[in-house]
């Protein structure tokens, strides 16, 4: 298969500027921001609501693409595990995945909280929580 | 932002050939399948076990990728609603989520019940669930 490309939907804006201060995941963040989702994919946002859970999908594009084993959570004094078996940002395709609550919607940004990744980060997909 | 290129990490092996046999998700799926892990990824695997949960990421590689509306899970008596409100594999970057159940992991293969996709679908990525 040909590696396929990925568009980037939208972006994320936030207060979070060092990765030294981003929460380890969402269900340990209580940082809001805003998704703002491009103009041409707006109508892929109808049905969304407030007070809903999504699931977003960020590309984590300052991510180690070229490691494959990590110490769980940045902890040094943990052993080095597999990064499928992680968390870690750090894998061959740096994909986050975050469930953020929405706080409000207006035409093409959602504020929502649960925020866990950069200030500027590339979202690539939006979903229904199941 | 360039546009990224994903890595496909490996390939599922069931037996859903058709997308009319597809289960509209992995929490309404019984079937089986197996996860082949290319070998240049098997480190990443480390701490994977038995009777663990996880997170995979594939690449829905027969999805379109430019329709923005759909009816909800292939209704055609329900309203149109945003991509980005459902889990239709039809989306800008067709990624799929599912959450696995590990029935067996040897080497570079992992045996996993819940799938939904169909045989020979891209896999991009595994994660620890939350």
Request: neutral net charge; glycine residues 6%.
């Amino acid at each position: 298969m040909e590696e396929p490309r990925l568009h980037c939907i939208g972006i994320l804006h936030g207060d979070i500027t060092r990765l030294a201060d981003a929460p380890k995941n969402f269900s340990e963040s209580n940082r809001t921001g805003i998704l703002e989702i491009y103009p041409k994919y707006r109508d892929g946002l109808d049905g969304i609501t407030k007070g809903q859970t999504i699931v977003v999908l960020f590309w984590l594009h300052k991510a180690d693409r070229s490691i494959l084993k990590v110490h769980p959570r940045g902890d040094s004094s943990r052993e080095l595990r597999g990064v499928f078996a992680t968390r870690s940002p750090a894998r061959p395709n740096p994909i986050a995945l975050s469930e953020l609550l929405v706080q409000a919607i207006d035409e093409n940004t959602i504020a929502v909280s649960g925020v866990d990744v950069l200030d500027n980060t590339p979202i690539i997909d939006i979903k229904k929580k199941i």
